[in-house]
């Protein structure tokens, strides 16, 4: 199958990654959270899509500070307006579920995510909500020569407007392979002088919803990328330069199937950490107490060699032992194995 221009094949891997999506898709439906849990997902997924998205491009933006701008809605410099916008134009996603995807949009969300931004001063030329009317190109980082040059501006319309048909195709296709499909052919236009790599994770993100996934936001693909960023680049220019699309969109698919399956996880971590939160306000637990319980939350399990080195070696195993004993008491830890080979495990509260 070719796609404007570049070669495309469902091959066994990819019908095997879709088939998962799909029951992880029914899994994740009837997944019950409560209020408060969901409250926190949601919080968390939409900070880090948003810092994820920008950290993509090189911003020298930290986790902490993005979080603090989207608590106060408020930006002090140019990261984090960035950071402010894209976390903006997702939500604002959620108004156009129903829409086809146009130029026009398109345009728009460029907009978003270029407002109040001053861009670089070496891109005179940017103009945000307007396709580029120059020539631009892809630099190798380790060498002043130019790795790919992107398509003659004067194409550029005539492109999107065949993406824009491609996003809302009546064909018998897969609907779940057109955002992955989308967000490779945009890039590799490259239509605007700057925002392209944010712009087009919205457009994957808003064709990802009207596929009919991820209604409730709890998982985001700009996390995945950015948490694999080295691959991510290389899919892409690989991709454009063997004109082949085939395993971006595996990669793209696999990423699916990671965050799907870091819903199950994030939901078990947030309600073992408010149980920890309720017994200690009627125990009393120290710093180290915290650092071997949310070790232990986070990891599943634990070896007493791996407490040992938690405590950086200042407590005995005999004492730690006492400790293990005290936790299992309070009904929060479970012992697994024999004396020397023990493993300890965080116990899981019970379904709501």
């Given at each position: 199958?070719?796609?404007?221009?570049?070669q495309?094949?469902?091959h066994?891997?990819?019908?095997?990654?879709?088939?998962?999506?799909?029951?992880?898709?029914k899994?994740?439906?009837?997944l019950?959270?409560s209020?408060?849990?969901?409250?926190?997902?949601?919080?968390?997924?939409?900070l880090?899509?948003?810092?994820?998205?920008?950290?993509?491009?090189?911003?020298?933006?930290?986790?902490?500070t993005?979080?603090?701008?989207?608590?106060?809605?408020?930006?002090?410099?140019?990261?984090?307006?960035?950071?402010?916008?894209?976390?903006?134009?997702?939500?604002?996603?959620?108004?156009?579920?129903?829409?086809?995807?146009?130029?026009?949009?398109?345009?728009?969300?460029?907009?978003?995510?270029?407002?109040?931004?001053?861009?670089?001063?070496?891109?005179?030329?940017?103009?945000?909500?307007?396709?580029?009317?120059?020539?631009?190109?892809?630099?190798?980082?380790?060498?002043?020569?130019?790795?790919?040059?992107f398509?003659?501006?004067?194409?550029?319309?005539?492109?999107?407007?065949?993406?824009?048909?491609?996003?809302?195709?009546?064909?018998?296709?897969?609907?779940?392979?057109?955002?992955?499909?989308?967000?490779?052919?945009?890039?590799?236009?490259?239509?605007?002088?700057?925002?392209?790599g944010?712009?087009?994770?919205?457009?994957?993100?808003?064709?990802?919803?009207?596929?009919?996934?991820?209604?409730?936001n709890?998982?985001?693909?700009?996390?995945y990328?950015?948490?694999h960023?080295?691959?991510?680049?290389?899919?892409?220019?690989?991709?454009?330069?063997?004109?082949?699309?085939?395993?971006?969109?595996?990669?793209?698919?696999?990423?699916?199937?990671?965050?799907?399956?870091?819903?199950?996880?994030?939901?078990?971590?947030?309600?073992?950490?408010?149980?920890?939160?309720?017994?200690?306000?009627?125990e009393?637990?120290?710093?180290?107490?915290?650092?071997?319980?949310?070790?232990?939350?986070?990891?599943e399990?634990?070896?007493?060699?791996?407490?040992?080195?938690?405590?950086?070696?200042?407590?005995?195993?005999?004492?730690?032992?006492?400790?293990?004993q005290?936790?299992?008491?309070?009904?929060?830890?479970?012992?697994?194995?024999?004396?020397?080979?023990?493993?300890?495990?965080?116990?899981?509260?019970?379904?709501?």
């Amino acid at each position: 199958m070719i796609i404007q221009g570049y070669q495309f094949s469902i091959h066994p891997p990819l019908k095997e990654l879709l088939a998962q999506i799909r029951s992880q898709k029914k899994r994740l439906n009837a997944l019950f959270i409560s209020p408060e849990i969901f409250q926190k997902m949601f919080k968390r997924n939409y900070l880090r899509q948003a810092y994820s998205s920008t950290k993509i491009e090189y911003s020298l933006i930290g986790f902490n500070t993005a979080q603090k701008v989207l608590n106060l809605k408020k930006a002090q410099n140019e990261e984090g307006q960035e950071v402010l916008n894209v976390a903006n134009t997702h939500l604002a996603m959620a108004w156009h579920l129903n829409e086809s995807i146009s130029n026009d949009l398109i345009i728009s969300i460029h907009q978003q995510i270029s407002d109040g931004l001053k861009g670089s001063l070496t891109e005179p030329d940017y103009r945000p909500g307007h396709y580029r009317t120059i020539q631009n190109y892809l630099g190798d980082p380790f060498s002043d020569r130019i790795s790919y040059t992107f398509p003659d501006p004067k194409k550029v319309p005539k492109l999107m407007q065949q993406l824009c048909r491609f996003a809302n195709t009546k064909e018998p296709m897969e609907k779940l392979l057109i955002p992955g499909i989308f967000h490779f052919i945009f890039i590799a236009i490259h239509p605007f002088v700057n925002g392209n790599g944010r712009t087009a994770r919205v457009l994957e993100d808003l064709l990802f919803k009207k596929a009919g996934y991820n209604s409730r936001n709890l998982y985001n693909l700009s996390e995945y990328y950015y948490t694999h960023l080295k691959q991510y680049h290389f899919f892409l220019n690989r991709g454009r330069e063997q004109m082949d699309l085939t395993e971006f969109v595996e990669f793209y698919l696999t990423g699916i199937v990671e965050s799907q399956n870091n819903v199950f996880h994030e939901k078990i971590v947030l309600e073992r950490l408010a149980k920890l939160h309720e017994l200690s306000k009627k125990e009393s637990l120290d710093a180290l107490d915290k650092k071997i319980l949310n070790y232990l939350i986070e990891k599943e399990e634990l070896t007493m060699k791996k407490a040992l080195k938690l405590a950086f070696k200042k407590i005995t195993a005999e004492a730690l032992r006492l400790r293990f004993q005290k936790y299992m008491q309070w009904g929060i830890m479970a012992k697994k194995g024999d004396y020397k080979n023990a493993k300890y495990i965080f116990k899981t509260p019970p379904a709501a």
